[in-house]
């Protein structure tokens, strides 16, 4: 039917796969798609002109009837007879498609039952390795003789086609057989059952058996040995005949299975065989193999004694198999002949065997691979507490239970994510033996693709908190895992998709994470994920300086090195440990973590005991920041580094406090209210019957609130179990919940219970505070938590707008920027002590300004002397101006280390010692600490100082160097290298609207713009316009800012063609929003208002009074609306738990506003403005008490009016409305 040379399908199968079609002859051709779905309709005509028996003119009509694959499917022969085929070709065609189809089939199934890649085999004389067979994998050694006598030789045997009830004679058969040989050769040896042979299989092909009960192969084996060695001989035969070892068999989708491979070595040492030969016996074990099926024993390998059964054998290895060279039919004296001579030839080859072990003795390797690792793992710094690198990503593969021990380090590191290929991870594997450690959250890689905002991803998946472990090849969520060949094509997309979000500038730290190759299993196949996932990082990060791989042996790390070199092309020799076991892995990266990061932390417990908190349970606690008993204690950070950081104006750490309690050292500086607090205030507060009671914090910016705050908790953390909030945007409901866990964590029968003490900061409302007040309560009263005292106490650190002092009431206390006597000479001691520490303490400004007494004049002459040589064109100095500015009108507002070190060209590279950004500021450094910055992501970042600083520096920049507030806000808005894809970019932005968009109100005046705004209009009139302008670009979705513009046109520059046009774009962003319905409607009302204001003709013509009611009815329409929107609003806040937003107002505000205008205009009209009696008849048609009609039926001059009448007549209905 087909033609010789034609072509059915492509075809990339190996011979054996091929297949003959029927009885034609096999065709290959090279032009067809291999799937006959992809087939064109083109392919269709071009297979038919080769099917034989059919016409060309055949070809033709289905190519006319755009017949393509998928349609060829569906088609039979009445389909084709109705397309003008004739019935004979109707039938050729019909059948060889099915053929087709056929084929296909056959060639898939080939291809998927094909075998796997290379593998080696378990290492010898092991018992407690790792190493597991893959499914059909091919073991890279052969069935061999005697090598070099330490070397293995070899044998494999399927067991696969053996009857249960013989499968241990053959067992026992088998082994003792190849176990004699290999002792009589002195020769080391592996017999393995459950690897194929041919015909039927490859060539060392793992088959796997199913093995039921284990131990009865080891107590056979055992027994087999007594009954078929000489006496004298048994015992040396359980020495050299080691037991059996089970290996387990995965799936080809790296899943565990219920087969294993049998294996068992043999060790003949010198030394305890000597000059001996071993002759067996197997006339037990050969009786029952001559009752097996003749063909299976053929077919498996097993010898068939017959006239050698009641003899003694004596094997050795002849090539790939056990010969028995002892001679048949011997004389007595020939027989002890041939024992001499063969005695003379094993004296021989036990000396070849001790030679070869002497020359085989385990030597100490001269290595430096543990330092290697330890300088590779902390990026070349000292200590892992000090490590160059902030985030770890690990990529592993498949674990052994075994290993699991040997990975303690894993916890300690707290990676960031771990890609696990490993399905069964979650079941019996490395993410169930970790998450009973700490904390993880578990994703599929799908969940890292970019479907909205990388920061808002990163948030919902804890990126920066818990470890984030990704499940890359199923095992989760019903997912299934994929064969290796299929892995690519599964799931290889999405896996790229969650290494490229890893690698992103604004997720993790550019050049400060190290991602580690952990590679539990041998990686031994070209497709193998791992290959393809170390491509991608490669690809990545642009080179292999911040990744490592740990491999468990040096077979494990050869096999590695080749397939990467394959893949990519480059040697990774030096970026691998492979002389390292994982214990001495293991061991090696925990001692690079000091004492204090090691060692267990203590809460404290009633009657002055302590409780150990879990490192899982602390880190469950993830939006506290948990003060320990034992803080600070066994840690080698750097004391005058820390000092330094809080000095020039950093935030106090929990380090200060300890450092200043060492030998030689001044206390901690006690501000006045400080024994107030810890002996009175919290005293009293404790005695409270609720069970979540708070005070008030009061400072002003810069003073040592948030320290003095620091200090009363480190004073109390023996008596309460004191917490930090690390970010106030948390949700409140899980905070309540982590704070009432910190409470009970061992605590539950103590009564009374150690109270928690709660500081939070940087709060801007205190209703917020009373919010998380209640949800505590709640939480409290929800775990049933009772108590006759106050079981949480929250201290709240809050800022101060005005210095100005606050009267000091039962829960609350002032902290003011004015240090009393005792304070001042408490600094002066402290001064002194810094100065015999410290070469640079003049530039401990943060300290100074405090030390002076927040005189200005120190603060204005740092700032001038600082920024001599400032020039708004180097680029430091333009990053100084925008974290100046930012932090003057954005509290707390600062710049991630990633922005800087991009922005000011920095380039850092993965090794400590790279150039530190504070240099990248040069003469400006001392003006800026770091912080870490607790927002979607975590990160590094840089800020002013002192809030003071900031704001002499701003003045400084306009008086001395002529650069406005409109000059660097401009700067700051059109450059768009400070948006480029850096950590911390949604922080940034948040904080620039911030200052373009907050306004501030007191009893004095309603501000109607920020402060930066009214400042720039202020100082540089107009300028405010192109920055409001520039802000719509950087913005250009956000209806707020459009709205700003609005307001902006509308208040001041009364341009409302513009102000309409940006009040109707911020509608289209947020066309649900009452506030941005009410801007419209404002436009409206104002234009009226100005339009008002500026006619001073009296009375109004009535096309006047036309224009000005079309406004009236438009502007009333707008506010209505504004109405119905704000009665959503407040119906939708009744679902929402804690949303005590205020109703809207200002539509119904806005249309009475109108109203007003409107009777102001309708007074300047002649038919209700001459006197008191027009006056009279206007407020009765406005009560609706008067129809307009009988106002003109009595008016006397009705004709002259007739103009207004017919516009009030027209707009009637919003005359009454005002009724």
């Not at 190849?178 to 299989?201: E, V």
């Not at 892995?487 to 050049?511: H, I, M, T, Y």
């Not at 080698?636 to 950081?645: A, F």
């Not at 009030?1208 to 009724?1219: A, G, P, S, T």
Request: net charge negative; hydrophobic share 35%.
């Amino acid at each position: 039917m087909i033609r010789k040379d034609s072509a059915l399908v492509v075809s990339d199968c190996e011979d054996e796969s091929k297949t003959i079609m029927g009885d034609q002859d096999e065709v290959q051709g090279e032009d067809l798609p291999p799937d006959i779905k992809d087939w064109s309709k083109q392919h269709v005509r071009e297979w038919v002109l080769k099917v034989d028996g059919v016409d060309d003119s055949v070809a033709e009509i289905l190519f006319q009837e755009d017949i393509n694959g998928p349609s060829l499917l569906l088609i039979d022969s009445t389909d084709l007879k109705t397309m003008g085929v004739t019935f004979g070709p109707a039938k050729l065609i019909s059948h060889a498609r099915d053929e087709v189809v056929k084929l296909q089939k056959e060639e898939s199934t080939s291809s998927t039952n094909f075998p796997g890649g290379p593998c080696k085999p378990y290492p010898f004389h092991r018992y407690h390795h790792a190493h597991r067979y893959r499914q059909d994998s091919i073991l890279d050694v052969t069935e061999s003789g005697a090598l070099d006598f330490i070397e293995p030789c070899h044998e494999f045997k399927g067991f696969y086609n053996t009857p249960e009830k013989s499968k241990m004679s053959k067992f026992t058969y088998e082994v003792l057989r190849f176990a004699s040989a290999c002792m009589n050769s002195r020769t080391n040896g592996t017999i393995h059952f459950g690897i194929g042979d041919k015909p039927d299989f490859k060539h060392g092909q793992v088959l796997g058996v199913v093995v039921g009960d284990k131990e009865a192969y080891v107590e056979g084996l055992k027994n087999a040995i007594d009954r078929c060695f000489e006496s004298k001989y048994k015992q040396i035969a359980h020495i050299c005949i080691k037991p059996p070892r089970f290996v387990g068999v995965l799936n080809n989708n790296c899943t565990s299975s219920d087969k294993c491979v049998i294996e068992v070595d043999i060790v003949p040492e010198s030394k305890i065989c000597v000059d001996n030969f071993f002759q067996t016996t197997l006339k037990e074990l050969t009786r029952t193999q001559e009752n097996m099926d003749t063909n299976n024993a053929k077919k498996e390998g097993i010898e068939t004694v017959t006239t050698e059964t009641n003899s003694k054998q004596l094997y050795i290895r002849d090539g790939g198999s056990s010969k028995n060279i002892r001679p048949k039919n011997q004389t007595p004296k020939s027989n002890k002949d041939w024992s001499d001579q063969f005695k003379d030839r094993v004296s021989q080859l036990s000396e070849l065997r001790k030679k070869a072990e002497e020359k085989h003795l385990d030597v100490i390797k001269s290595s430096t691979q543990g330092s290697r690792l330890s300088h590779m793992i902390t990026g070349g710094s000292p200590s892992l507490d000090k490590s160059h690198f902030e985030r770890y990503v690990i990529v592993t593969n498949k674990s052994h239970p075994i290993q699991l021990e040997s990975l303690e380090f894993l916890v300690e590191l707290n990676p960031t994510a771990v890609l696990d290929f490993d399905p069964e991870s979650a079941k019996q594997g490395l993410q169930r033996h970790f998450e009973q450690q700490s904390t993880v959250n578990v994703h599929l890689p799908v969940k890292f693709k970019i479907t909205e905002g990388v920061e808002d991803i990163a948030n919902k998946l804890k990126l920066t908190r818990d470890t984030s472990w990704v499940f890359c090849n199923g095992g989760i969520e019903n997912e299934n895992p994929s064969d290796i060949d299929q892995w690519l094509k599964e799931k290889g997309a999405s896996v790229r998709d969650v290494v490229s979000f890893l690698c992103r500038k604004d997720v993790l730290p550019n050049q400060r994470f190290l991602v580690i190759f952990l590679l539990l299993s041998t990686v031994s196949e070209k497709m193998d994920p791992l290959v393809e996932a170390f491509m991608t990082f490669y690809q990545e990060l642009k080179g292999t300086e911040q990744i490592l791989c740990l491999c468990e042996n040096e077979n494990a790390f050869s096999s590695w090195k080749d397939l990467i070199e394959v893949r990519c092309g480059i040697s990774i020799s030096d970026r691998c440990i492979y002389e390292l076991s994982f214990p001495e892995v293991n061991g090696t990266v925990l001692s690079l973590w000091s004492k204090n990061r090691t060692s267990r932390r203590f809460l404290p417990c009633g009657g002055e005991s302590k409780v150990p908190l879990d490192k899982k349970v602390e880190r469950s606690l993830d939006t506290l920041e948990v003060l320990c008993v034992n803080q600070c204690e066994g840690g080698n950070e750097d004391k005058l580094l820390k000092e330094e950081n809080f000095y020039k104006g950093g935030k106090v750490s929990w380090w200060n406090f300890f450092f200043s309690e060492e030998p030689g050292s001044t206390p901690f500086i006690k501000r006045d209210k400080f024994d107030f607090i810890v002996n009175t205030v919290i005293p009293d507060l404790c005695s409270l019957t609720k069970a979540c009671v708070l005070f008030h914090l009061m400072h002003v910016a810069g003073c040592g609130g948030t320290t003095l705050g620091m200090h009363t908790l480190w004073a109390l953390r023996a008596q309460f179990r004191c917490a930090v909030l690390k970010n106030s945007k948390a949700d409140f409901a899980k905070v309540a919940d982590q704070v009432v866990k910190l409470l009970v964590i061992d605590n539950e029968e103590q009564r009374p219970r150690l109270p928690v003490l709660l500081m939070i900061d940087d709060f801007d409302d205190k209703e917020k505070v009373f919010d998380l007040q209640q949800l505590i309560e709640k939480e409290c009263a929800k775990k049933n938590i009772q108590s006759k005292t106050a079981q949480v106490i929250l201290l709240n650190c809050m800022r101060s707008e005005s210095p100005e002092p606050i009267p000091q009431t039962a829960d609350s206390v002032f902290i003011g920027n004015n240090l009393s006597d005792k304070e001042q000479r408490l600094f002066e001691n402290k001064l002194a002590e810094i100065e015999k520490t410290h070469k640079n303490a003049e530039t401990f400004y943060g300290f100074m300004i405090m030390k002076t007494n927040f005189k200005p004049e120190y603060v204005e002459g740092v700032a001038r002397n600082t920024l001599k040589s400032f020039s708004m064109n180097q680029k430091h100095a333009q990053l100084l101006a925008v974290l100046v500015l930012l932090n003057v009108y954005c509290k707390g507002s600062s710049l991630s280390i990633s922005l800087c070190e991009e922005f000011l060209d920095l380039q850092p590279k993965p090794i400590c010692g790279s150039v530190k950004v504070e240099d990248g500021f040069g003469k400006f450094s001392p003006l800026i600490a770091r912080s870490v910055v607790e927002d979607k992501l975590v990160f590094e970042a840089v800020k002013i100082i002192h809030s003071s600083i900031a704001v002499h520096c701003l003045q400084e920049l306009t008086k001395t160097h002529n650069v406005s507030k409109a000059d660097i806000t401009d700067f700051l808005l059109t450059t768009q290298r400070l948006y480029e894809s850096t950590q911390g970019r949604d922080k940034l932005l948040q904080d620039v609207r911030h200052i373009l968009v907050k306004r501030y109100h007191s009893v004095e005046e309603v501000s109607q713009f920020s402060p930066l705004i009214q400042q720039i209009a202020n100082e540089t009139p107009g300028q405010e316009e192109i920055v409001l302008q520039n802000a719509s670009k950087i913005f250009p979705k956000d209806a707020i800012v459009s709205q700003l513009l609005a307001r902006y046109y509308y208040l001041k520059k009364k341009d409302f063609l513009e102000a309409r046009f940006w009040a109707l774009g911020a509608r289209e962003l947020s066309k649900n929003s009452s506030y941005i319905a009410d801007t419209a409607a404002q436009v409206i009302k104002h234009e009226m208002m100005n339009a008002i204001s500026n006619n001073t003709k009296e009375p109004l013509s009535p096309d006047e009074l036309n224009n000005f009611l079309k406004m009236a009815q438009a502007a009333i329409e707008a506010f209505k609306e504004t109405q119905n929107l704000a009665k959503k609003e407040s119906i939708q806040r009744l679902n929402i738990d804690g949303d005590n937003s205020s109703f809207n107002v200002t539509g119904s505000l806005g249309e009475i506003q109108v109203g007003v205008l409107i009777i102001e205009v309708l007074e300047k009209t002649p038919i209700f403005s001459f006197d008191n009696v027009r006056h009279a008849i206007l407020s009765e048609v406005l009560s609706g008490r008067l129809e307009l009609q009988n106002v003109e039926g009595n008016d006397k001059r009705a004709n002259k009016h007739r103009s207004y009448y017919i516009t009030l007549r027209e707009f009637e209905d919003v005359l009454y409305i005002l009724n």
